[in-house]
Protein backbone atom coordinates (compact mmCIF):
# COMPACT_ATOMS: atom_id res chain seq x y z
CA UNK A 1 0.00 0.00 0.00
CA UNK A 2 2.73 2.33 0.95
CA UNK A 3 6.47 1.35 0.14
CA UNK A 4 9.29 3.81 0.73
CA UNK A 5 12.76 2.91 -1.56
CA UNK A 6 16.07 4.76 -0.14
CA UNK A 7 13.89 7.97 -0.30
CA UNK A 8 15.98 10.87 1.23
CA UNK A 9 14.73 14.42 1.46
CA UNK A 10 16.67 17.55 2.06
CA UNK A 11 14.42 20.57 1.59
CA UNK A 12 15.91 23.69 -0.99
CA UNK A 13 18.25 25.65 0.95
CA UNK A 14 19.31 23.38 3.52
CA UNK A 15 22.45 20.94 3.66
CA UNK A 16 21.04 18.48 6.53
CA UNK A 17 18.83 15.95 5.14
CA UNK A 18 15.34 15.85 7.01
CA UNK A 19 15.29 12.24 6.05
CA UNK A 20 18.17 9.59 5.19
CA UNK A 21 17.95 6.74 3.05
CA UNK A 22 13.91 5.26 4.22
CA UNK A 23 13.23 1.96 3.41
CA UNK A 24 10.19 0.62 4.30
CA UNK A 25 6.59 -1.02 3.45
CA UNK A 26 3.20 -0.36 4.76
CA UNK A 27 0.24 -2.58 4.04
CA UNK A 28 -3.27 -2.84 3.77
CA UNK A 29 -5.20 -2.36 7.07
CA UNK A 30 -2.27 -1.81 8.98
CA UNK A 31 -2.15 0.69 12.34
CA UNK A 32 1.26 2.48 12.25
CA UNK A 33 2.75 4.75 15.40
CA UNK A 34 5.53 7.10 13.76
CA UNK A 35 7.36 8.53 16.92
CA UNK A 36 10.44 10.67 17.29
CA UNK A 37 11.43 14.23 18.53
CA UNK A 38 10.59 16.78 17.06
CA UNK A 39 12.36 17.53 14.05
CA UNK A 40 12.91 14.34 13.78
CA UNK A 41 11.83 13.85 10.33
CA UNK A 42 7.73 12.41 10.96
CA UNK A 43 6.39 15.64 9.14
CA UNK A 44 8.10 15.42 6.07
CA UNK A 45 7.28 11.15 5.81
CA UNK A 46 3.82 11.98 5.93
CA UNK A 47 3.77 15.16 3.53
CA UNK A 48 5.50 12.86 1.01
CA UNK A 49 2.68 10.44 1.00
CA UNK A 50 0.54 13.64 1.03
CA UNK A 51 2.71 13.93 -2.30
CA UNK A 52 3.04 17.97 -0.37
CA UNK A 53 7.06 17.39 -1.78
CA UNK A 54 8.64 15.05 -3.90
CA UNK A 55 11.87 13.38 -2.53
CA UNK A 56 15.11 14.41 -3.40
CA UNK A 57 16.19 10.68 -4.29
CA UNK A 58 14.80 7.33 -3.66
CA UNK A 59 11.17 6.25 -4.50
CA UNK A 60 7.59 6.51 -2.84
CA UNK A 61 4.57 4.30 -4.07
CA UNK A 62 1.31 5.51 -2.83
CA UNK A 63 -1.66 2.93 -3.68
CA UNK A 64 0.40 1.50 -6.80
CA UNK A 65 1.60 4.91 -7.60
CA UNK A 66 4.84 6.00 -8.23
CA UNK A 67 5.02 9.60 -6.58
CA UNK A 68 7.93 10.56 -7.82
CA UNK A 69 6.28 10.32 -11.89
CA UNK A 70 3.01 11.55 -10.53
CA UNK A 71 1.68 13.81 -13.03
CA UNK A 72 0.73 17.51 -11.19
CA UNK A 73 -2.56 17.25 -11.71
CA UNK A 74 -3.11 13.76 -10.65
CA UNK A 75 -2.39 14.59 -7.26
CA UNK A 76 -6.15 15.51 -5.79
CA UNK A 77 -7.09 12.02 -6.83
CA UNK A 78 -4.39 10.66 -4.98
CA UNK A 79 -5.85 12.76 -1.68
CA UNK A 80 -9.39 11.45 -2.23
CA UNK A 81 -8.15 8.22 -1.07
CA UNK A 82 -6.16 9.89 2.09
CA UNK A 83 -7.90 11.10 4.83
CA UNK A 84 -5.89 13.51 6.42
CA UNK A 85 -6.46 14.63 10.60
CA UNK A 86 -4.21 17.18 12.29
CA UNK A 87 -3.38 18.12 15.92
CA UNK A 88 -5.38 22.21 15.20
CA UNK A 89 -8.24 20.31 13.62
CA UNK A 90 -8.72 22.57 10.49
CA UNK A 91 -12.29 23.05 10.66
CA UNK A 92 -14.19 26.08 9.19
CA UNK A 93 -15.58 28.86 11.56
CA UNK A 94 -19.06 29.43 11.00
CA UNK A 95 -20.02 26.09 9.14
CA UNK A 96 -21.74 23.73 11.58
CA UNK A 97 -20.71 20.48 12.64
CA UNK A 98 -22.91 19.27 9.29
CA UNK A 99 -21.71 21.53 6.94
CA UNK A 100 -17.78 20.87 7.88
CA UNK A 101 -18.57 17.51 7.11
CA UNK A 102 -20.14 17.68 4.23
CA UNK A 103 -17.41 20.19 2.68
CA UNK A 104 -15.39 16.88 2.02
CA UNK A 105 -17.77 16.06 -0.34
CA UNK A 106 -19.07 18.58 -1.95
CA UNK A 107 -15.51 20.10 -2.78
CA UNK A 108 -15.29 16.77 -4.76
CA UNK A 109 -19.07 17.25 -6.63
CA UNK A 110 -20.80 14.54 -5.08
CA UNK A 111 -24.73 15.06 -5.39
CA UNK A 112 -26.72 16.31 -2.92
CA UNK A 113 -28.72 13.18 -2.22
CA UNK A 114 -25.64 11.16 -1.31
CA UNK A 115 -24.42 13.74 0.72
CA UNK A 116 -27.65 13.78 2.31
CA UNK A 117 -27.01 9.95 3.31
CA UNK A 118 -23.70 9.64 3.94
CA UNK A 119 -23.01 12.61 6.80
CA UNK A 120 -25.10 11.51 9.29
CA UNK A 121 -23.73 8.52 8.87
CA UNK A 122 -20.06 9.50 9.17
CA UNK A 123 -21.33 11.69 12.12
CA UNK A 124 -22.63 8.74 13.96
CA UNK A 125 -19.91 6.79 13.67
CA UNK A 126 -17.68 9.38 15.45
CA UNK A 127 -20.02 9.96 18.06
CA UNK A 128 -21.80 12.94 17.41
CA UNK A 129 -25.03 12.30 16.58
CA UNK A 130 -27.51 15.01 17.51
CA UNK A 131 -24.78 17.98 17.00
CA UNK A 132 -24.68 18.20 13.75
CA UNK A 133 -26.19 21.85 13.79
CA UNK A 134 -23.41 22.74 16.32
CA UNK A 135 -21.09 25.37 15.54
CA UNK A 136 -17.08 24.21 15.82
CA UNK A 137 -16.05 26.82 18.44
CA UNK A 138 -19.41 25.53 20.83
CA UNK A 139 -17.72 21.88 21.09
CA UNK A 140 -15.04 20.38 23.37
CA UNK A 141 -11.30 19.69 21.74
CA UNK A 142 -12.18 15.82 21.87
CA UNK A 143 -15.67 16.91 20.18
CA UNK A 144 -13.56 19.73 17.30
CA UNK A 145 -11.21 16.35 16.69
CA UNK A 146 -13.77 14.02 16.17
CA UNK A 147 -15.37 16.28 13.18
CA UNK A 148 -12.10 16.39 11.57
CA UNK A 149 -11.92 12.68 11.64
CA UNK A 150 -15.68 12.66 10.32
CA UNK A 151 -14.76 14.79 7.27
CA UNK A 152 -11.07 13.15 6.72
CA UNK A 153 -13.11 9.93 6.45
CA UNK A 154 -16.59 10.30 4.82
CA UNK A 155 -15.12 10.01 1.46
CA UNK A 156 -14.04 6.41 2.69
CA UNK A 157 -10.40 7.20 1.95
CA UNK A 158 -8.20 3.80 1.87
CA UNK A 159 -5.51 5.46 3.89
CA UNK A 160 -6.06 7.94 7.09
CA UNK A 161 -2.79 9.68 8.29
CA UNK A 162 -3.16 11.80 11.60
CA UNK A 163 -0.39 14.19 12.67
CA UNK A 164 -0.17 14.68 16.78
CA UNK A 165 -4.13 14.03 16.53
CA UNK A 166 -4.37 13.99 20.31
CA UNK A 167 -1.94 16.68 20.81
CA UNK A 168 -4.00 19.21 22.61
CA UNK A 169 -6.48 16.69 24.28
CA UNK A 170 -6.54 15.22 27.47
CA UNK A 171 -5.87 11.77 28.38
CA UNK A 172 -8.88 10.74 28.89
CA UNK A 173 -10.22 12.35 25.45
CA UNK A 174 -6.96 11.12 24.07
CA UNK A 175 -8.38 7.89 24.74
CA UNK A 176 -11.56 8.09 22.80
CA UNK A 177 -10.37 9.49 19.66
CA UNK A 178 -8.25 6.60 19.80
CA UNK A 179 -10.89 4.15 20.13
CA UNK A 180 -12.27 5.75 17.18
CA UNK A 181 -9.20 5.34 15.18
CA UNK A 182 -9.04 1.95 16.11
CA UNK A 183 -12.47 1.32 14.70
CA UNK A 184 -11.64 3.30 11.30
CA UNK A 185 -9.03 1.14 11.31
CA UNK A 186 -11.35 -2.49 11.74
CA UNK A 187 -13.11 -0.88 8.64
CA UNK A 188 -10.37 -1.60 6.33
CA UNK A 189 -8.67 1.90 6.30
CA UNK A 190 -4.48 1.90 6.89
CA UNK A 191 -4.03 4.13 9.57
CA UNK A 192 -0.33 6.18 10.18
CA UNK A 193 0.00 8.15 13.05
CA UNK A 194 2.62 10.81 14.04
CA UNK A 195 2.45 11.10 17.90
CA UNK A 196 4.12 12.32 21.22
CA UNK A 197 1.95 10.85 23.47
CA UNK A 198 3.83 7.82 25.27
CA UNK A 199 0.75 6.38 26.99
CA UNK A 200 -1.28 5.90 23.92
CA UNK A 201 1.54 3.75 21.99
CA UNK A 202 2.30 1.46 24.95
CA UNK A 203 -1.28 0.78 25.29
CA UNK A 204 -2.03 0.25 21.73
CA UNK A 205 0.59 -2.16 21.10
CA UNK A 206 0.74 -1.56 17.58
CA UNK A 207 3.76 -1.49 14.69
CA UNK A 208 6.44 1.37 15.36
CA UNK A 209 8.68 3.45 13.37
CA UNK A 210 10.58 5.67 15.25
CA UNK A 211 12.44 8.39 13.33
CA UNK A 212 15.96 10.14 14.75
CA UNK A 213 17.11 12.79 12.68
CA UNK A 214 15.85 11.53 9.82
CA UNK A 215 16.91 8.07 10.04
CA UNK A 216 14.76 5.14 10.40
CA UNK A 217 16.01 3.65 14.12
CA UNK A 218 13.38 1.26 14.77
CA UNK A 219 10.56 -0.74 12.71
CA UNK A 220 8.73 -2.81 15.73
CA UNK A 221 5.63 -4.70 15.23
CA UNK A 222 3.50 -4.61 18.50
CA UNK A 223 6.50 -2.14 19.44
CA UNK A 224 6.28 0.59 22.68
CA UNK A 225 7.12 3.98 22.64
CA UNK A 226 10.57 4.09 23.70
CA UNK A 227 13.00 1.51 23.76
CA UNK A 228 13.33 -0.15 26.92
CA UNK B 1 -21.81 24.05 -9.32
CA UNK B 2 -23.81 25.82 -6.49
CA UNK B 3 -21.26 26.16 -4.11
CA UNK B 4 -18.84 27.15 -7.18
CA UNK B 5 -22.46 30.07 -7.76
CA UNK B 6 -21.85 30.73 -3.72
CA UNK B 7 -18.47 31.23 -3.48
CA UNK B 8 -18.26 33.42 -6.40
CA UNK B 9 -21.17 35.94 -5.27
CA UNK B 10 -19.84 36.02 -1.73
CA UNK B 11 -16.29 36.85 -2.84
CA UNK B 12 -17.58 39.58 -5.38
CA UNK B 13 -19.45 40.75 -2.15
CA UNK B 14 -16.21 40.52 0.24
CA UNK B 15 -14.67 42.80 -2.27
CA UNK B 16 -17.34 44.70 -3.32
CA UNK B 17 -15.20 48.38 -3.25
CA UNK B 18 -11.95 46.36 -4.85
CA UNK B 19 -14.52 45.07 -7.75
CA UNK B 20 -15.72 48.44 -8.43
CA UNK B 21 -12.51 50.12 -8.82
CA UNK B 22 -11.64 47.48 -10.95
CA UNK B 23 -14.57 47.63 -12.87
CA UNK B 24 -13.73 51.10 -13.52
CA UNK B 25 -10.15 51.10 -14.57
CA UNK B 26 -10.97 48.05 -16.83
CA UNK B 27 -13.64 50.26 -18.49
CA UNK B 28 -11.69 53.07 -19.30
CA UNK B 29 -9.05 51.37 -20.35
CA UNK B 30 -10.83 49.43 -22.76
CA UNK B 31 -12.34 52.23 -24.20
CA UNK B 32 -9.33 53.87 -24.58
CA UNK B 33 -8.39 50.84 -26.49
CA UNK B 34 -11.16 50.50 -28.29
CA UNK B 35 -11.27 54.12 -29.53
CA UNK B 36 -7.64 53.25 -30.80
CA UNK B 37 -8.90 50.46 -32.75
CA UNK B 38 -11.24 52.92 -34.27
CA UNK B 39 -8.44 55.33 -34.91
CA UNK B 40 -6.81 52.47 -36.57
CA UNK B 41 -9.80 51.94 -38.36
CA UNK B 42 -10.34 55.57 -39.72
CA UNK B 43 -7.19 55.84 -40.61
CA UNK B 44 -6.49 52.86 -42.43
CA UNK B 45 -9.68 53.36 -44.48
CA UNK B 46 -8.32 57.53 -45.53
CA UNK B 47 -5.09 55.73 -46.22
CA UNK B 48 -6.03 53.60 -48.38
CA UNK B 49 -8.87 56.41 -50.48
CA UNK B 50 -6.16 58.76 -50.57
CA UNK B 51 -2.97 56.89 -52.00
CA UNK B 52 -4.82 55.12 -54.24
CA UNK B 53 -5.55 58.00 -55.84
CA UNK B 54 -2.16 59.27 -55.74
CA UNK B 55 -0.88 60.29 -59.09
CA UNK B 56 2.47 62.10 -60.24
CA UNK B 57 1.97 65.25 -62.22
CA UNK B 58 4.63 66.21 -64.68
CA UNK B 59 4.68 69.54 -65.41
CA UNK B 60 6.17 71.20 -68.26
CA UNK B 61 7.28 74.66 -69.06
CA UNK B 62 5.97 77.80 -70.24
CA UNK B 63 7.06 80.74 -71.42
CA UNK B 64 7.31 82.40 -68.04
CA UNK B 65 8.77 79.89 -66.06
CA UNK B 66 12.07 80.19 -66.84
CA UNK B 67 14.55 82.57 -64.97
CA UNK B 68 12.26 81.64 -61.51
CA UNK B 69 13.76 79.62 -59.05
CA UNK B 70 11.07 77.01 -59.96
CA UNK B 71 12.71 76.84 -63.57
CA UNK B 72 13.05 73.01 -63.50
CA UNK B 73 14.93 71.58 -66.98
CA UNK B 74 13.64 74.25 -68.93
CA UNK B 75 14.92 76.49 -71.79
CA UNK B 76 14.50 80.43 -70.87
CA UNK B 77 11.72 81.61 -72.31
CA UNK B 78 10.89 78.48 -74.33
CA UNK B 79 7.71 76.23 -74.41
CA UNK B 80 8.40 72.40 -73.78
CA UNK B 81 9.07 71.85 -77.23
CA UNK B 82 6.52 68.51 -79.45
CA UNK B 83 10.27 66.69 -79.50
CA UNK B 84 10.24 67.02 -76.11
CA UNK B 85 6.55 66.50 -75.16
CA UNK B 86 7.00 63.09 -77.06
CA UNK B 87 10.26 62.04 -75.47
CA UNK B 88 8.84 62.85 -71.76
CA UNK B 89 5.79 60.67 -72.72
CA UNK B 90 7.78 58.06 -73.99
CA UNK B 91 10.25 57.67 -71.25
CA UNK B 92 6.98 57.52 -68.93
CA UNK B 93 5.45 55.29 -70.68
CA UNK B 94 8.56 52.42 -70.73
CA UNK B 95 8.93 53.05 -66.86
CA UNK B 96 8.20 49.89 -65.11
CA UNK B 97 6.50 51.55 -62.08
CA UNK B 98 3.71 53.43 -64.21
CA UNK B 99 0.69 52.30 -64.82
CA UNK B 100 -0.98 54.75 -66.80
CA UNK B 101 0.00 58.35 -68.38
CA UNK B 102 -2.74 60.98 -69.28
CA UNK B 103 -1.99 64.03 -70.79
CA UNK B 104 -4.01 67.43 -69.80
CA UNK B 105 -3.38 70.47 -71.74
CA UNK B 106 -3.59 73.55 -70.69
CA UNK B 107 -7.54 74.26 -71.86
CA UNK B 108 -8.10 70.97 -69.73
CA UNK B 109 -6.67 72.14 -67.10
CA UNK B 110 -8.43 75.70 -67.19
CA UNK B 111 -11.49 73.58 -67.43
CA UNK B 112 -10.98 71.98 -64.41
CA UNK B 113 -10.30 74.40 -62.25
CA UNK B 114 -13.46 76.57 -63.79
CA UNK B 115 -15.63 73.61 -62.75
CA UNK B 116 -13.52 72.44 -59.35
CA UNK B 117 -13.94 76.44 -58.11
CA UNK B 118 -16.80 77.59 -59.51
CA UNK B 119 -17.78 80.05 -57.25
CA UNK B 120 -13.87 81.62 -56.45
CA UNK B 121 -13.66 85.31 -57.27
CA UNK B 122 -10.05 84.67 -58.66
CA UNK B 123 -12.03 83.07 -61.90
CA UNK B 124 -12.71 85.88 -63.46
CA UNK B 125 -8.81 87.09 -63.91
CA UNK B 126 -7.52 83.54 -64.74
CA UNK B 127 -6.38 83.00 -68.08
CA UNK B 128 -5.86 79.82 -70.01
CA UNK B 129 -2.64 81.22 -70.92
CA UNK B 130 -1.87 81.05 -67.03
CA UNK B 131 -2.57 77.55 -66.75
CA UNK B 132 0.49 74.73 -67.65
CA UNK B 133 0.51 71.75 -69.56
CA UNK B 134 1.32 68.32 -67.53
CA UNK B 135 1.30 64.50 -67.71
CA UNK B 136 -0.77 62.87 -65.21
CA UNK B 137 0.97 59.43 -64.35
CA UNK B 138 -0.69 56.98 -62.47
CA UNK B 139 1.69 54.23 -60.59
CA UNK B 140 1.25 50.42 -60.28
CA UNK B 141 1.95 50.70 -56.60
CA UNK B 142 1.07 54.01 -55.13
CA UNK B 143 3.66 53.56 -52.52
CA UNK B 144 6.41 53.13 -55.20
CA UNK B 145 6.90 56.60 -56.40
CA UNK B 146 10.58 57.68 -55.58
CA UNK B 147 12.22 56.18 -58.83
CA UNK B 148 9.42 57.66 -61.20
CA UNK B 149 9.55 61.05 -59.83
CA UNK B 150 13.18 60.81 -59.81
CA UNK B 151 13.30 60.28 -63.57
CA UNK B 152 10.93 62.64 -64.83
CA UNK B 153 12.67 65.33 -62.54
CA UNK B 154 15.75 64.59 -64.61
CA UNK B 155 13.81 65.15 -68.14
CA UNK B 156 14.37 67.94 -70.62
CA UNK B 157 11.26 70.24 -70.34
CA UNK B 158 9.90 69.61 -67.12
CA UNK B 159 9.62 72.27 -64.95
CA UNK B 160 8.28 70.33 -61.98
CA UNK B 161 6.98 66.87 -60.74
CA UNK B 162 4.69 67.60 -57.94
CA UNK B 163 3.74 64.37 -55.94
CA UNK B 164 0.92 64.10 -53.13
CA UNK B 165 3.26 62.12 -50.74
CA UNK B 166 5.01 65.21 -49.80
CA UNK B 167 1.86 66.38 -48.73
CA UNK B 168 -0.07 63.56 -47.56
CA UNK B 169 2.72 62.21 -45.50
CA UNK B 170 2.82 65.13 -42.89
CA UNK B 171 -0.65 64.75 -42.20
CA UNK B 172 0.15 61.01 -41.72
CA UNK B 173 2.71 60.80 -39.91
CA UNK B 174 0.64 63.19 -37.26
CA UNK B 175 -2.86 60.95 -37.91
CA UNK B 176 -0.25 57.89 -37.29
CA UNK B 177 1.71 59.35 -34.33
CA UNK B 178 -2.47 59.94 -32.67
CA UNK B 179 -3.18 56.64 -33.56
CA UNK B 180 0.05 55.11 -31.57
CA UNK B 181 -0.35 57.51 -29.11
CA UNK B 182 -3.79 56.23 -28.39
CA UNK B 183 -2.76 52.85 -28.28
CA UNK B 184 0.20 53.47 -26.13
CA UNK B 185 -2.03 54.73 -23.53
CA UNK B 186 -4.70 52.27 -23.82
CA UNK B 187 -1.75 49.30 -23.35
CA UNK B 188 -0.70 51.11 -20.04
CA UNK B 189 -3.47 51.69 -18.76
CA UNK B 190 -4.55 48.23 -19.55
CA UNK B 191 -1.33 47.01 -17.81
CA UNK B 192 -2.77 48.16 -14.82
CA UNK B 193 -6.06 46.84 -14.86
CA UNK B 194 -4.16 44.01 -14.84
CA UNK B 195 -1.96 44.32 -11.96
CA UNK B 196 -5.49 45.51 -10.27
CA UNK B 197 -7.37 42.32 -11.14
CA UNK B 198 -4.34 40.20 -9.67
CA UNK B 199 -4.20 42.19 -6.49
CA UNK B 200 -8.22 42.21 -5.62
CA UNK B 201 -7.97 37.85 -7.21
CA UNK B 202 -4.79 37.32 -4.52
CA UNK B 203 -6.66 39.43 -1.60
CA UNK B 204 -9.92 37.43 -2.80
CA UNK B 205 -8.02 33.79 -2.28
CA UNK B 206 -6.26 35.17 0.81
CA UNK B 207 -9.20 35.86 2.62
CA UNK B 208 -10.18 31.62 1.21
CA UNK B 209 -7.18 30.28 2.25
CA UNK B 210 -8.23 28.20 5.00
CA UNK B 211 -11.16 26.46 2.70
CA UNK B 212 -8.31 26.57 -0.08
CA UNK B 213 -6.21 24.63 2.32
CA UNK B 214 -8.76 21.96 3.09
CA UNK B 215 -9.96 21.42 -0.06
CA UNK B 216 -6.74 20.69 -1.20
CA UNK B 217 -6.20 18.33 1.64
CA UNK B 218 -9.31 16.20 0.84
CA UNK B 219 -8.18 16.19 -3.02
CA UNK B 220 -10.53 19.43 -5.13
CA UNK B 221 -9.70 20.05 -8.39
CA UNK B 222 -7.49 22.46 -9.31
CA UNK B 223 -10.40 23.86 -11.75
CA UNK B 224 -13.23 23.58 -8.76
CA UNK B 225 -10.79 25.81 -6.13
CA UNK B 226 -10.17 27.71 -9.57
CA UNK B 227 -13.24 28.56 -10.80
CA UNK B 228 -14.84 31.17 -8.30
CA UNK B 229 -11.80 33.21 -8.41
CA UNK B 230 -11.64 33.15 -12.59
CA UNK B 231 -15.90 33.61 -12.42
CA UNK B 232 -15.32 36.77 -9.98
CA UNK B 233 -12.48 38.35 -12.27
CA UNK B 234 -14.45 37.65 -15.32
CA UNK B 235 -17.54 39.11 -13.62
CA UNK B 236 -15.46 42.29 -13.83
CA UNK B 237 -14.20 41.64 -16.97
CA UNK B 238 -18.09 41.49 -18.54
CA UNK B 239 -19.51 43.99 -16.69
CA UNK B 240 -16.70 46.37 -17.87
CA UNK B 241 -17.11 45.29 -21.37
CA UNK B 242 -20.79 46.40 -21.63
CA UNK B 243 -20.17 49.68 -20.36
CA UNK B 244 -17.27 50.23 -22.52
CA UNK B 245 -19.43 48.92 -25.67
CA UNK B 246 -21.89 51.24 -24.37
CA UNK B 247 -19.42 54.04 -24.37
CA UNK B 248 -17.75 53.01 -27.68
CA UNK B 249 -21.02 52.48 -29.43
CA UNK B 250 -22.28 55.70 -28.14
CA UNK B 251 -19.71 57.55 -29.44
CA UNK B 252 -19.46 56.32 -32.54
CA UNK B 253 -23.50 57.47 -33.06
CA UNK B 254 -23.11 60.86 -31.87
CA UNK B 255 -19.33 61.47 -33.28
CA UNK B 256 -19.20 59.57 -36.63
CA UNK B 257 -22.51 58.88 -37.32
CA UNK B 258 -24.36 61.69 -36.50
CA UNK B 259 -21.58 64.71 -37.06
CA UNK B 260 -18.23 63.50 -38.84
CA UNK B 261 -20.16 61.94 -41.65
CA UNK B 262 -22.16 64.73 -42.43
CA UNK B 263 -20.48 67.74 -42.21
CA UNK B 264 -17.20 66.03 -43.17
CA UNK B 265 -18.13 64.13 -46.19
CA UNK B 266 -15.41 64.36 -48.41
CA UNK B 267 -13.55 61.93 -46.29
CA UNK B 268 -14.52 58.44 -45.79
CA UNK B 269 -15.53 57.41 -42.11
CA UNK B 270 -15.49 54.01 -40.58
CA UNK B 271 -19.04 52.14 -40.63
CA UNK B 272 -21.18 49.93 -37.93
CA UNK B 273 -18.97 46.87 -38.83
CA UNK B 274 -15.70 48.94 -37.84
CA UNK B 275 -17.81 49.79 -34.59
CA UNK B 276 -18.83 46.55 -33.67
CA UNK B 277 -15.52 44.72 -34.62
CA UNK B 278 -13.55 47.25 -32.36
CA UNK B 279 -16.44 46.67 -29.64
CA UNK B 280 -15.46 42.70 -30.19
CA UNK B 281 -12.10 42.91 -29.43
CA UNK B 282 -12.55 44.84 -26.60
CA UNK B 283 -14.51 41.89 -25.19
CA UNK B 284 -11.76 39.47 -26.25
CA UNK B 285 -9.46 41.67 -24.80
CA UNK B 286 -11.41 42.21 -21.25
CA UNK B 287 -11.61 38.02 -21.02
CA UNK B 288 -7.91 37.89 -21.50
CA UNK B 289 -7.46 40.35 -18.98
CA UNK B 290 -9.47 39.10 -16.43
CA UNK B 291 -8.29 35.36 -16.93
CA UNK B 292 -4.75 35.55 -17.15
CA UNK B 293 -3.55 37.43 -14.05
CA UNK B 294 -6.00 35.56 -11.88
CA UNK B 295 -4.57 31.92 -12.86
CA UNK B 296 -0.71 34.03 -12.27
CA UNK B 297 -1.99 34.91 -8.62
CA UNK B 298 -4.57 31.80 -7.73
CA UNK B 299 -1.62 29.49 -9.10
CA UNK B 300 0.28 30.02 -5.57
CA UNK B 301 -2.29 28.87 -3.85
CA UNK B 302 -3.02 25.68 -5.72
CA UNK B 303 0.63 24.74 -5.45
CA UNK B 304 0.89 21.49 -4.29
Known amino acids: MITFEDVSKTYSGQTKPALRHINLQIDKGEFVFLVGTSGSGKSTFLRLILREYRPTSGKIFVLGKDLGHLHQWKVPALRRQIGTVFQDFRLLPGKTVYENVAFGLQVLGRPTSQIRQIVPETIDLVGLSGKE ?16 IARAIVNRPKILIADEPTGNLDPQTSVGIMKLLDRINKRDTTVIMATHDQTIVDQMRKRVLELDQGNLVRDQVRGVYGTA | MRHTFRETWSGLKRNASMTVAVIVTMTVSLTLFGLSVMTFQEVDRVKGRWYDKIEISVFLCTKDSAGTSQSGNCEPGQDTTDVQRDYIRTRLEQNPDVLEVFYES ?106 IGIMRLVGASNIYIMLPFVLEALFAGVVSTILSAAALLGSYEFLIERNAKVSIQALPWITWTDAWMAVGLVAVVAVVLSIVPTLITTRRYLRV
Open chain 1, 133 to 148: DRQPEELSGGEQQRVA
Open chain 2, 106 to 211: KEDAYQDYRNTYADSPLLDSLTIEQMQDSFRVKLVDPQNYQGVVAEASSLPGVQNVLDLHEVLDPIFSVLNGLKWGTMGMAVLLLAAAMLQIGNTIRMSAFTRRRE
